[in-house]
């Protein structure tokens, strides 16, 4: 179903878009190889020395080119804690990086998160160039500028916005990635089909990937703070968050985002925002990408719905970003009827 073939092309040069941020901007580079570029990018935006924090092994970890460090790392919510933010910032200060230094962070989205803030922190905000290294990480959080770590009382409960200086989406890291991680990678993608993205089945990876970050980039350069139009790339994540949680995490986040995608589609079926074939479009976009259409087993409807209340985005009641007539839209206050409907039968 998946592989990271770049089609019939001939051509070996690799995307790249623009976040355009004014004097922020910054270009993500996508396909086979572009890793090898971290030389370039660090010289382009003067870097003299460079701490590399990588969750890959050292064959898959590019050198940057001037004098560095590389520090190991693990992916996984584990290590997302603000005592590894420390960490990194004493090696940081250990090998001298100063404000016209920079960091490089070489992993999946949970090092791209952690090494983002740590970043953002240090000296008050150093370069950071991020390679992420998973299907998930390469469509979503590597690009936009949102760091975070967690707390005991949540996910990503303490964060900045800290933008890259670049990102490097090398999609030959995607040839190490075992099955789940790519079933992780395409919830994110199934739930890009709904906001903009266009149907990207059965394109090669390295387009999947294109036309995501595309969308992100075009939505982040016009809401960088979450105000507003940024709320759509959450499509599927109120319920995908609460089904995280209520499975302690069995759920990876973008298996639960694919769940999540086709209950948005239902509600807003229920809703009357919807006729019945974009409903069902929903689900066949999701099992398309080999990813569940169904609640797992056992979890309980008042516990999803109690958790939902309580999502970052909840400020009026229930709140979902739903499909609609012009596209999708934040809609708060959603009877919670509705929303027992919707959830029945999944
Ligand atoms: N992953 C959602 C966002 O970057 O806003």
Redesign the pocket.
């Known amino acids: 179903m998946h592989s990271t073939r770049t089609g019939d092309r001939p051509a070996v040069e690799p995307s790249r878009i623009e976040v355009a941020l004014g004097e922020r901007a910054y270009p993500v580079l996508i396909g086979p190889g572009v890793r090898h570029r971290l030389p370039a990018e660090v010289t382009r935006i003067g870097a003299r020395r460079v701490v590399v924090v990588s969750a890959r092994p050292a064959e898959w970890t590019p050198d940057p080119g001037v004098p560095h460090r590389v520090v190991p790392a693990r992916d996984g919510e584990h290590d997302k804690t603000l005592s590894t933010v420390e960490q990194l910032c004493r090696v940081f200060a250990d090998f001298g990086l100063t404000r016209s230094d920079a960091v490089v962070s070489c992993g999946g989205g949970t090092t791209t998160d952690v090494v983002g803030l740590a970043a953002g922190l240090y000296h008050r905000g150093i370069a950071v160039i991020h390679l992420p290294t998973s299907l998930l990480a390469q469509v979503?959080?590597s690009v936009?500028g949102?760091t975070a770590v967690n707390l005991p009382e949540g996910k990503n409960l303490v964060g900045v916005y800290w933008q890259p200086r670049a990102v490097l989406c090398d999609t030959e890291h995607l040839g190490t990635l075992p099955e789940r991680e790519w079933r992780n990678g395409y919830g994110e993608i199934a739930r890009a089909h709904f906001i903009g993205a266009g149907d990207l089945r059965d394109r090669p990876v390295d387009e999947q990937i294109a036309a995501c970050v595309a969308l992100?980039a075009q939505v982040v350069a016009a809401d960088e703070r979450?105000a507003g139009l940024?709320h759509i790339?959450?499509y599927g994540h109120t319920l995908g968050h609460a089904l995280e949680i209520a499975t302690d995490f069995r759920l990876r986040h973008g298996e639960a985002v694919g769940i999540g995608t086709v209950f948005a589609g239902r509600l807003a079926g229920i809703l009357d925002r919807i006729d019945a074939r974009r409903v069902v479009e929903h689900r066949e976009v999701v099992a398309h990408y080999g990813l569940d259409t169904a609640l797992p087993a056992g979890v309980d409807h008042d516990e999803l719905i109690a958790l939902m209340r309580r999502d970052k985005k909840a400020t009026s009641g229930l709140s979902f970003v739903l499909d609609g007539p012009t596209g999708p839209d934040l809609v708060v206050d959603v009877p919670e009827s509705a929303v027992r409907a919707a959830l029945a039968g999944m």
Do not use: E, T
């Open positions: 979503d959080a936009g949102k992100k979450d940024r790339l959450n």
